[in-house]
């Protein structure tokens, strides 16, 4: 035992030194498993109560109203990213979303003639998608649904795997689910930038983006292109979405204020529309990949090509 508050955390055979602490959550940068995460990680299946009863109803209640006033510019980014899809896989095919929740992202998918099929553990949000005439299976993603569910040519986790309490295990599930060639396109939280440790440390601003128990883990492009590797993916593509952050910088604290918040997001919003709406999707890409450069980017996706062999 030691008292140095140095001292790397260590719990079950995760060790790394702390970030910071939370609601009795520790975030370590974990050696083990090459990214950041919390410790102690919660019990599988108190999440999978979270995920099936309670995020979508008490949770993230206005989720699904958000989604229905950002339905344009969802069905615009979404449509932005199944055209990278489309790029990388060299045609549009089928595609499996994990994690489909309402099912805005699938319902693009289906509309632009990708065989398009859902999984998502709210009943809540599974209702939503499936009224929308979208083939989405209401529960957890196992082995025993990736094998019912068969391969495809896609498989998309959107905001799924910064939840999870094995996101190593999930890979290379979803690895079993692909077509060889396949793509693995993961979008999550882009944490611990360098625009959030100037904002937290420089600037005194809280780290916000520390969220247990919803968010077990916090990537940036690095941990996550690594993780893809030892899954059996070769990362082929990485972009970040417009950084957040930049509002708080320029004197709008949105953090406790929603409000201010859904203000800042429809700024947002607006700069997207105006170059993807205009045809100019080339420039607004180019803006991120600069954002990327300069260490910014609220979300993160990165895309991986399936290894020859499945993974071990
Ligand atoms: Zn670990």
Redesign the pocket.
């Known amino acids: 035992m030691t008292n140095d508050p140095d001292a790397p955390r260590r719990w079950n ?2 060790h ?1 030194p702390v970030l910071h602490s939370r609601d009795g959550f520790d975030v ?1 940068d ?1 050696a ?2 090459g990214f950041r ?1 919390v410790v102690p990680i919660p019990d599988e299946d108190a999440l999978r109560d979270i995920y099936k009863h309670d995020y979508h109803v008490k949770d993230k209640p206005l989720m699904l109203q958000h989604q229905l006033e950002d339905r344009e510019w969802l069905e615009a980014t979404g449509d932005a990213r199944l055209a990278v899809l489309e790029r990388l896989l060299g045609r549009v095919g089928s595609l499996l979303d994990v994690g489909a929740g309402n099912g805005f992202f699938l319902a693009r998918a289906k509309a632009l003639g990708w065989a398009a099929r859902g999984v998502e553990p709210s009943d809540k949000a599974a209702a939503h998608a499936r009224s929308l005439g979208l083939a989405v299976d209401c529960e957890t993603f196992g082995p025993a649904c990736a094998a019912r569910l068969g391969r495809f040519d896609v498989v998309h986790l959107g905001e799924v795997l910064e939840h999870l309490p094995d996101p190593a295990g999930m890979l290379r599930l979803c690895g079993t689910a692909l077509n060889p060639g396949g793509l693995l396109a993961v979008s999550v939280p882009n944490d611990y930038t360098a625009v959030q440790r100037v904002l937290h440390q420089d600037l005194g601003v809280r780290p916000w983006w520390v969220a247990p128990p919803h968010h077990l883990n916090y990537f940036d492009r690095d941990s996550l292109e690594g993780l893809f590797r030892r899954t059996g993916f070769a990362p082929c593509h990485a972009a970040v979405s417009f950084p957040m952050e930049l509002f708080l910088l320029m004197g709008k604290n949105y953090l406790d204020d929603p409000a201010l918040g859904r203000e800042c997001h429809a700024m947002r919003k607006a700069l997207e529309l105006a170059l993807l709406g205009s045809g100019n999707s080339r420039l607004l890409e180019a803006l991120h990949e600069g954002f990327a450069r300069a260490g910014m980017g609220r979300t993160l996706l990165v895309v991986g090509r399936k290894q020859q062999q499945d993974a071990p």
Do not use: E, L
Request: net charge neutral.
């Open positions: 055979g995760h790394g370590i974990c083990a498993c995460h």
